[in-house]
């Protein structure tokens, strides 16, 4: 019994999580990227709020700010 292949779980299946795992990291990280970009545009606890949200809300964070939060941060053409 050597053989490394769970036959409970086929491969496909491992395929899958593995490409949604990488697809949700990337998407944190552009998340993370245009959070720290709009940063200034926030006071710091809009900031805060928005990075735990990010992180700790693995698919639904990241949709949010990118959906919502970039819209909702005020423009200032004075900076």
Do not use: C, K
Not at 37 to 50: F, G
Not at 55 to 66: E, K, N, S, T
Request: charged content about 10%.
């Amino acid at each position: 019994m050597s053989d490394e292949h769970n036959p409970l779980i086929p491969v496909g299946y491992d395929i899958v999580w593995s490409i949604v795992t990488v697809l949700v990291i990337a998407l944190t990280i552009a998340a993370l990227v245009m959070l720290a970009r709009s940063a200034r545009r926030l006071t710091a606890t809009q900031a805060l709020i928005w990075t735990l949200v990010v992180l700790l809300v693995p698919f639904l964070g990241p949709v949010a700010w990118l959906t919502i939060g970039r819209r909702a941060v005020p423009v200032n053409p004075t900076t």
